[in-house]
């Protein structure tokens, strides 16, 4: 039997890629790009994350959400993380409100990038119904004008389907 000795170098590259998303999915599905109809007031946000060296670390991985222009709030511990996908739902969303989801991913190697993704509510542009009418008299009884009546109380019942109708207004 023979043996022999094998003299050479060896080197090992370290990791300097980025940790990606590959994709961004929705749910309910955006009515347009990244706007939802102003009913909505939940949305799920499904990032498909990557790293083609070492993979994602989810223990490093942290997730923010708020209103644009605002500091945003640390959502990580609601959030789902894995090694492949960020996933977050945020609630009690606004009418005429537009979000921000930042997730800071961190691969196996130490290399991070932030990622931002919006979502915008619609602002509700229908205008409330009457729901029905009540006219009376101080007096309470049914008015007729020719009899020297000189004030009227209107009261309306007002509905909208999306929003509380603002009385103010």
């Known amino acids: 039997s023979a043996t022999g000795t094998f003299t050479g170098r060896l080197s090992v590259q ?7 998303v590959t994709d961004t999915t929705y749910s309910p599905t955006p009515v347009a790009g990244t706007e939802f109809a102003p009913a909505t007031d939940r949305v799920t946000l499904d ?3 990557t790293d083609d060296t070492s ?4 223990a490093n991985v942290s997730v923010a959400f708020g209103e644009t222009g605002t500091t ?12 492949s996908q960020v996933s977050y739902t945020a609630t009690d969303l606004e009418n005429g409100t537009t979000y921000e989801l930042q ?5 196996e ?5 932030t990622v931002t993704r919006t979502v915008t509510v619609r602002p509700d542009r229908t205008a409330p ?29 007002l509905r909208d389907n ?4 603002d009385p103010s207004r």
């Open 14 to 20: 370290s990791d300097t890629d980025d940790p990606r």
């Open 47 to 49: 990032l498909s994350v």
């Open 55 to 58: 993979g994602i670390d989810p």
């Open 72 to 83: 945003l709030t640390d959502v990580t511990g609601q959030a789902v993380v894995t090694d």
């Open 103 to 107: 997730a800071t991913l961190e691969d």
């Open 109 to 113: 190697g130490g290399n991070d990038v």
């Open 129 to 157: 119904t009457v729901r029905s009418e009540t006219i009376q008299t101080p007096g309470g009884e049914t008015p007729s004008f020719d009899n020297g009546v000189d004030a009227v109380d209107f009261q309306f019942g």
């Open 162 to 165: 999306l929003d509380a109708v």
